[in-house]
């Protein structure tokens, strides 16, 4: 079959490799019909979350057709149309019982104290191979898969395998509730999902922050106020906006690759660019630049930075955006001297999936508008590229596998 497949920081192809088998009695074999790229498939190509295996299958994003079934596995069947969670949970141990599905302690192979499994992860994750591929294997699916309606379609519901869950997660990590006015730092397809949950969840402000001005667009239209970083100082922006307070809440929705302002008021002096220099270097200690493609965000703590600075006193942060463990620059004693609550992981998909694709099915929302492009699989590694550079309208890439 054909496969995205991580070779190398910088090196990323379409190849062809063996179709996936049944390993253990709760898989599943499914016929990928549409995936997805997502930043965090770039932070691996980019260097910036290492230790990703050559030969990882990419992506975490997935739709299709059940294709096989192990004996465990009795909720699906060969034709069913699922939805692939991105998160791997096995649905039976204390954490899976709870819904901390992405601690998991028996989806990741490399043991109960290992943290989240995901397709198309870093060795650290198991790894699992990803879902940009015509066929893919699915571990504990009678948790991992959800039954898709009929009337929900690939574009509406590839959105819900991984960033609107996200996205949602991310408000409900931040405890937006009624009233609340909500930073959201980052209007990529994360951030735009996330301006969405605030609203659902009571938001009566929602404040967007970028520079992309494609992104802030897309975020004003949802109903955000705006603030461009490359125009205005984003915290004195946020001051002005709340009357010095601050926002209640605030979600991180950039993580390592944040771009330092390129232009305005807020760009870095000399000593805060050689700052930013050397947490690259801590973080992304390889990296393979090629032509303008795959380079690292200049700017890692700077979300989080922003985002503790401009809080209200005894405000939340969500976190939600992506940083490896080699990233140790978080701006704990603002924090703490803020009386700031501090929440963060990687989400718990299937305890949401369900309850997103009833609003979709509903049409409360419709997850397809974030769809800016649409290509084939064997044109993945071009639109790899294009994605990368965040070339203006580049929001969200579906690939299609096939049907």
Not at 176 to 183: L, Y
Not at 285 to 313: C, H, I, M, Y
């Amino acid at each position: 079959m054909k496969a995205v497949v991580f070779h190398g920081v910088g090196d990323v192809r379409l190849d062809n490799v063996p179709s996936p088998k049944i390993k253990d009695p709760t898989d599943a074999i499914v016929r990928i019909t549409t995936a997805a790229i997502c930043g965090t498939d770039l932070h691996f190509i980019r260097g910036t979350v290492p230790g990703m295996t050559p030969g990882t299958i990419l992506g975490h994003e997935g739709v299709g057709i059940v294709e096989e079934v192990g004996k465990g596995v009795t909720n699906y069947k060969r034709g069913d149309r699922v939805l692939v969670s991105s998160v791997i949970g096995c649905g039976s141990c204390a954490f899976c019982q709870r819904g901390y599905f992405a601690q998991c302690d028996d989806a990741n192979a490399k043991g109960p104290l290992a943290g989240t499994s995901f397709f198309g992860g870093p060795a650290a994750t198991g790894p699992v191979d990803g879902l940009q591929a015509e066929y893919a294997r699915v571990p504990f699916a009678h948790t991992t898969l959800i039954r898709l309606p009929d009337s929900v379609n690939d574009a509406q519901a590839i959105p819900v395998s991984d960033i609107y869950p996200t996205a949602y997660f991310g408000a409900v990590i931040a405890d937006v509730s009624e009233g609340d006015t909500v930073a959201v730092w980052g209007c990529g397809p994360v951030g735009q999902f996330a301006i969405v949950s605030a609203f659902q969840r009571g938001a009566t402000r929602v404040i967007a922050i970028d520079h992309h001005t494609d992104r802030l667009e897309r975020g004003r239209l949802l109903g955000a106020e705006v603030v461009n970083f490359d125009e205005v100082d984003p915290v004195a922006a946020l001051g002005e906006l709340t009357r010095g307070r601050g926002p209640h809440r605030a979600i991180d929705a950039v993580g390592v690759d944040s771009e330092s302002p390129s232009a305005g008021p807020a760009i870095p002096t000399s000593e805060e660019s050689a700052i930013n220099r050397q947490q690259v270097e801590a973080i992304a200690s390889k990296t393979n630049e090629q032509d303008g493609n795959w380079r690292p965000g200049n700017a890692p703590s700077q979300a989080q930075r922003w985002a503790v600075e401009t809080l209200a006193k005894a405000g939340t942060l969500g976190i939600i955006g992506v940083y490896p463990p080699e990233d140790g620059f978080f701006p704990i004693g603002v924090a703490m001297n803020k009386n700031l609550t501090i929440k963060m992981g990687n989400c718990n998909h299937p305890r949401y999936i369900r309850k997103l694709i009833s609003m979709v099915e509903s049409g409360v929302v419709d997850p397809s508008r974030v769809l800016t492009e649409h290509e084939p699989l064997t044109d993945a590694i071009a639109a790899y590229r294009e994605f990368d550079k965040r070339k203006p309208g580049w929001i969200k890439v579906a690939l299609n596998a096939g049907k």
